[in-house]
């Protein structure tokens, strides 16, 4: 009877794991709770002062049902599925939705904003001082967040507040000896450095006025002129210069009788036109796949290497006769705690054909990084040597899993320690790390650091500075988006859907067959 008794109340009261649990789900609750808060209170401000009621809406809408989802106790699934959701959305889908979408537009220098942007910058950028025209001493400041200029006449040594709407009287302004403003009310004189700074928007800002525009001449001086290209809604076109220049949609461009557009245009939809630049440019197909063949090489050749390292030393530490373990794999894993691209650096210098290490050792005068197979080779070795540390802590791990009555067994049966290993441990272990492997595989075919701090894409052929011996296709792409000729983040984000639809392809392949495989070894 008294074992019933304790039994029963035993059973009524609460278990500890479940209070433990209990306080943790509080403690998340208010975490996201907290930050709910914080993002609408970050956020409606801009939002009120923008005018953006559909978007403060949306953001007050959300807020409202995340108060609602975690102040009740209703939807317990729903707030552990919500957070992730958020997360998938944000970090995963968007960014690949966003990368798609723009590599079907023009989007790069030139063509970032709007065509109203882009007629403003035309004529704010033709703006030429013209004779006789008045001319300011110039103080920069700030009106809360907006750059605003402090125009003084040297004739009258009156202040004006000038600004992109236009110009407006400045009362109160306390004028130095040099004709700048010291300190006026409602603004904050930036001084020297701030000012120089901001050059890049002080030189923007255009002030209009009846006869013109006032924009900067330096950090100190303003003058007052009109624009010499003009743009007329009549026919859709700039003029001025002697010489008018047509809108076309379809480039986001402003283009006259000879082809020749302004510098300044507009992004529009282009279609399939960057894809299609991939596949036909000569300078870019014409290297594409020699730069995908040494891609692959880099890749399975990272992968494969790392694993087979990792693997052996994650075997030999394995065994039961091995002593100080601890000090082997502290030793190890090393390389994987350093800084990769210090790493990376380091090995560049000891590469070096006249005072690198390795010619210092060797007693040879190689030069490893200036020809395409020594180069290549070195790559891989330090991607090799950063990269063998994680196999052999996964393996490691994996190893333990593996009961050892199984490989005992197989010598019993009268199996090698060769046979046992190839029939029993690899496969065993490719089931639990082939999925390892097939990221790291994704990691390293867009592997930009191992190429870009070490070798830089070189050496590069002599009737072909475009392409280099060591070239990926993520550094490649990176040099024909943004070299010389400016950013064209369309074009860029054409080529990374390539990339994507090639790494995505080969992982499908490969999952499938680990699936295979766990079906054998189940």
């Not at 010291?182 to 120089?196: D, H, I, M, N």
């Not at 052996?312 to 601890?326: C, E, I, Q």
Request: some cysteine; hydrophobic content about 50%.
């Amino acid at each position: 009877m008294a074992l019933d008794v304790r039994e029963t109340a035993r059973a009524s009261s609460p278990a500890r794991p479940r209070r433990e649990i209990t306080t943790a789900f509080v403690v998340s609750r208010i975490a996201v709770l907290a930050v709910a808060a914080a993002i609408l209170l970050y956020a409606a401000p801009p939002l009120v002062a923008a005018g953006s009621w559909v978007a403060l809406g949306l953001l007050l809408a959300i807020s409202a049902a995340i108060a609602y989802l975690y102040l009740t106790r209703r939807f317990i699934p729903a707030k552990y599925l919500i957070p992730g959701t958020v997360f998938l959305l944000a970090f995963q889908v968007f960014p690949v939705l966003y990368t798609v979408t723009t590599a079907f537009t023009n989007f790069g220098d030139g063509h970032r904003g709007d065509k109203a942007a882009a007629i403003t910058a035309i004529e704010t950028g033709s703006v030429r001082q013209a004779p006789g025209s008045p001319e300011y001493t110039l103080t920069a400041a700030l009106r809360g967040d907006e750059l605003v200029f402090l125009l003084v006449d040297p004739k009258t040594k009156q202040a004006r507040l000038g600004t992109a709407e236009g110009l407006a009287p400045l009362a109160g302004a306390e004028v130095g000896v040099t004709g700048k403003v010291l300190k006026a009310p409602g603004v904050t004189v930036l001084k020297a450095p701030e000012a120089a700074a901001r050059g890049s928007q002080i030189s923007a800002l255009a002030v209009p006025t009846d006869g013109g525009v006032i924009k900067a001449n330096g950090l100190s001086r303003a003058v007052e002129g009109r624009a010499t290209l003009v743009y007329d809604a009549a026919c859709d076109c700039v003029r001025g210069d002697g010489g008018t220049w047509t809108a076309d949609e379809s480039q986001g461009y402003f283009v006259n009788a000879k082809g020749e557009h302004l510098a300044q245009g507009w992004q529009v939809g282009v279609g399939f036109d960057n894809f299609a630049r991939v596949l036909t440019d000569p300078t870019i197909s014409g290297y594409f796949m020699g730069v995908l063949g040494w891609n692959m090489v880099f890749a399975l050749g990272s992968v494969f290497g790392q694993f087979a390292l990792g693997m052996s030393v994650a075997l030999a530490l394995h065994h039961r006769r091995m002593r100080g373990t601890r000090f082997y794999r502290i030793a190890l894993i090393l390389p994987y705690a350093m800084p990769s691209f210090a790493m990376l650096l380091v090995w560049r210098d000891m590469f070096n054909r006249d005072f690198g290490l390795i010619n210092q050792l060797l007693g040879a005068h190689v030069d490893w990084l200036g020809e395409p197979m020594t180069a290549r080779l070195g790559v891989i070795l330090v991607n090799l040597w950063l990269g063998f540390p994680y196999m052999f802590l996964v393996t490691t791990g994996a190893l333990q899993a593996i009961p050892r009555e199984l490989t005992e067994a197989a010598g019993i049966d009268g199996a090698t320690p060769w046979k046992a290993f190839r029939g029993v441990t690899l496969p065993l272990l490719l089931v639990a790390l082939t999925p390892l492997l097939i990221s790291s595989f994704a990691y390293n075919f867009n592997n930009f650091n191992a190429i870009a701090l070490t070798t830089e894409g070189g050496p590069f052929p002599a009737e072909s500075p475009q392409v280099g011996g060591t070239d990926l296709l993520i550094t490649y792409t990176f040099r024909l988006a943004f070299g010389a000729g400016g950013a064209q983040f369309g074009f860029a984000a054409a080529i990374s859907v390539f990339i994507f639809a090639i790494v995505a392809v080969i992982s499908t392949v490969a999952f499938r067959r680990t699936r295979k495989q766990e079906e054998v070894y189940a």
